[in-house]
Nanobody, 131 residues
Framework: QVQLVESGGGLVQAGGSLRVSCAAS????????IGWFRQAPGKEREFVAA????????YYEDFVKGRFTISRDNALDTASLQMTSLKPEDTAVYFC????????????????????????WGQGTQVTVSS
């Protein structure tokens, strides 16, 4: 079992940067893919980015490509999402999640975009971008 705790959210002006982090406790952090999702008021939770168990593969939703960078440090059991060029529409609660999917799964990128493929979730951290 893995427990996830996000931190680093806050208020930032449009065009600014923010880094949100996810600290894990429990066993075998390095055996899980990590995903970041976000949920704005009145909207469904949506995929933002994911990173493979080793960190060798990363996946991004189109609306954050070139602006956000996902990373992880398996020695410290942490994952992060560096966000730059933030826009008001990036305002949301950001969640990290852990998936125990096998890397050998065909179509893993598509699977990691699916909320249902994640086993553990953090409580979320609020990111607010002012215009």
């Amino acid at each position: 079992q893995v427990q996830l705790v996000e931190s680093g959210g806050g208020l930032v002006q449009a065009g600014g940067s923010l880094r949100v982090s996810c600290a894990a406790s429990g066993r075998n952090f390095g055996s899980y893919h990590i995903g970041w999702f976000r949920q704005a008021p009145g909207k469904e939770r949506e995929f933002v980015a994911a990173i493979s168990q080793s960190g060798g593969s990363t996946y991004y939703e189109d609306f954050v490509k070139g602006r956000f960078t996902i990373s992880r440090d398996n020695a410290l059991d942490t994952a992060s999402l560096q966000m730059t060029s933030l826009k008001p529409e990036d305002t949301a609660v950001y969640f990290c999640a852990a998936s125990g999917l096998s890397s050998g799964n065909h179509g893993i990128e598509a699977m990691l975009r699916d909320i249902l493929e994640y086993d553990y979730w953090g409580q979320g951290t609020q990111v607010t971008v002012s215009s």
